[in-house]
């Protein structure tokens, strides 16, 4: 009975190393996948103000190139 028990506790404790390091694996796994998700978010937000400057340096331009015309067109007037 001795040696059953015996290998009954190894099979125990590699049962348990094995659940362990499962737990491990897919805490480690869901870690990274929270990182990835966060750089994600950070780049959208990257790429939205990119395409906010974009936007408002083309209205900005706009704006000008619309002010210049009025001006040019005042000069012809006259």
Known sequence: MGV????KR???????????????EKHQNDK?????????AEMDQ???????????NQSLNSTI???SKAIKASFIIR
């Open 4 to 7: 059953y028990k015996s290998y």
């Open 10 to 24: 190894r099979f125990q404790l590699k049962n348990c190393n094995k659940i362990r390091l499962e737990k491990q």
């Open 32 to 40: 990274i996948i929270n990182e990835i998700k966060q750089c994600l």
């Open 46 to 56: 990257n790429q939205l103000e990119i395409i906010l400057n974009a936007i408002q």
């Open 65 to 67: 190139g619309t002010i």
